[in-house]
């Protein structure tokens, strides 16, 4: 069964730090890319960041240079390191799976498995 678990979610101040996890299992993780994706109320889930399965790195603009992505592959494990939080980075953050994302990394349909999502909330 695969399974993709997502968690490390809270409530944080402004320009505070969370680190979020991804934990999976039922597949070959190495051979994918894992993206995270978030989704405040009234809008649609947009992409974040996403790492490749050679371990190449990508982020949405807005996040540049505060948050990381990093995985381990032992664990089977991916992280999201979000350092000066803002409270538009509120949401709740999911993690996906992809065996064949190519350059569509930020578009939800590139991915075929979904985790449970963690809340985000940032307090001004």
């Known amino acids: 069964e695969v399974q993709l678990q997502a968690s490390g979610g809270g409530l944080v101040q402004a320009g505070g730090s969370l680190r979020l996890s991804c934990a999976a299992s039922?597949?070959?993780?190495?051979?994918?890319?894992i993206g995270w994706f978030r989704q405040a109320p009234g809008k649609e889930r947009g992409g974040v960041s996403c790492?490749?399965?050679?371990?190449?790195?990508f982020y949405a603009d807005s996040v540049k240079g505060r948050f990381t992505i990093f995985r381990d592959n032992a664990k089977k494990k991916v992280y999201l390191q979000m350092n000066n939080l803002k409270p538009e980075d509120a949401a709740v953050y999911y993690c996906?799976?992809?065996?064949?994302?190519?350059?569509?990394?930020?578009?939800?349909?590139?991915?075929?498995?979904w985790g449970q999502g963690t809340q985000v909330t940032v307090s001004s």
């Open positions: 039922g597949f070959t993780f190495d051979d994918y890319s």
């Open positions: 790492i490749g399965s050679g371990g190449s790195t």
């Open positions: 996906a799976a992809g065996s064949r994302v190519g350059v569509r990394l930020f578009h939800p349909r590139s991915y075929e498995y």
